[in-house]
């Protein structure tokens, strides 16, 4: 188990030209990333930031967050519109950059194997194995 302050191994970076492939950075804890709205029946998300600033507004200039409820996590939901904040692992890099878990694959560099090639392969083969058990939970519809 990663905690705050490992250092992790960035497996695959799944941005545009994987910059970060192969570099190690510190494990820096799990952090607001976004912010999920159901609104009017339609979810729609928003940067962590932006939204929580105020500068999300409805047409009419009001700040969205101020009219619509939290639904805070393991509370019954507050109303038909509701936000949430979503939570992300962040990973800063040694240049001072920052990668959130949603933009790569990582794992503790301890554990890893002893080199790239060796750690891409063996989560290509996690990968085949969340296929799977992705397939089978939709087949169980």
């Known amino acids: 188990m990663t905690t705050t302050g490992d250092p992790v191994l960035v497996i695959e970076d799944c941005r545009p030209g994987a910059p970060a492939t192969?570099?190690?950075?510190?494990?820096?804890?799990?952090?607001?990333?976004?912010?999920?709205?159901?609104?009017?029946?339609?979810?729609?998300?928003?940067?962590?930031?932006?939204?929580i600033s105020g500068a999300i507004k409805f047409t009419n200039g009001t700040a969205a967050i101020e009219g619509i409820p939290e639904w805070k996590d393991g509370e019954s939901r507050p109303a038909e519109d509701c936000w949430f904040i979503e939570i992300n692992p962040r990973v800063r890099?040694?240049?001072?950059?920052?990668?959130?878990g949603d933009e790569c694959w990582w794992g503790d560099a301890a554990t890893a194997p002893a080199t790239l090639s060796e750690a891409q392969t063996e989560l290509?083969?996690?990968?085949?194995?969340?296929?799977?058990?992705?397939?089978?939970?939709?087949?169980g519809k």
């Open 124 to 139: 290509e083969q996690h990968k085949i194995l969340l296929r799977a058990i992705a397939t089978l939970g939709m087949e």
């Open 93 to 100: 890099l040694a240049d001072g950059s920052v990668i959130w």
């Open 22 to 51: 192969g570099q190690t950075g510190i494990y820096e804890g799990q952090f607001p990333r976004s912010v999920l709205v159901v609104y009017r029946g339609k979810n729609h998300e928003f940067d962590y930031d932006r939204w």
